[in-house]
């Protein structure tokens, strides 16, 4: 293998590396590869980021060590979710409370026109939903139907 060959592999081993630390929620793994440069960035085969999986699993210091390192709050997977839905999903209020805070869209729509807000009602998420309303969220949420 030549040399290019070699920091290519080591590039996308890191960054398969930031995906597991987040999925398992591993802070000083993850924190010891954000200082080395691994790309927080790296997309799975899905378009799932560190961000997401630390989202959907509820890792909100995981979440909160991404986002001090620069991650974007608005990456969309290849559904269109951005780390909100994920949280929401995942049924973390403490999780979706530390997105908001950073300056997540509680209004951003998936590919299917899904918003965080019209998830946490779909899954009876009361908590989480008050919290999106309380933040500002429409109820008007999916496709231009209402939620209610």
Avoid: W
Wanted: net charge negative; charged share 20%.
């Amino acid at each position: 293998m030549g040399i290019v060959q070699v920091e290519v592999m080591e590039i996308l081993e890191r960054g398969e590396a930031i995906l597991m630390a987040a999925r398992r929620g591993d802070l000083d793994r993850l924190e010891a590869l954000l200082d080395k440069g691994a790309n927080m960035n790296y997309e799975d085969q899905y378009g799932l980021r560190a961000l997401h999986v630390a989202a959907i699993k509820g890792y909100k210091h995981v979440v909160l060590m991404l986002i001090e390192f620069g991650a974007t709050l608005g990456c969309h997977d290849h559904e269109g979710h951005e780390p909100l839905h994920l949280a929401v999903e995942g049924g973390s209020l403490d999780t979706v409370e530390v997105l908001l805070d950073n300056g997540a869209n509680f209004d951003a729509k998936s590919r299917s026109g899904a918003t965080p807000l019209y998830m946490a009602q779909a899954l009876g998420f009361d908590a989480i939903s008050q919290l999106l309303i309380n933040r500002g969220a429409s109820a008007s949420g999916y496709g231009g139907v209402s939620c209610k």
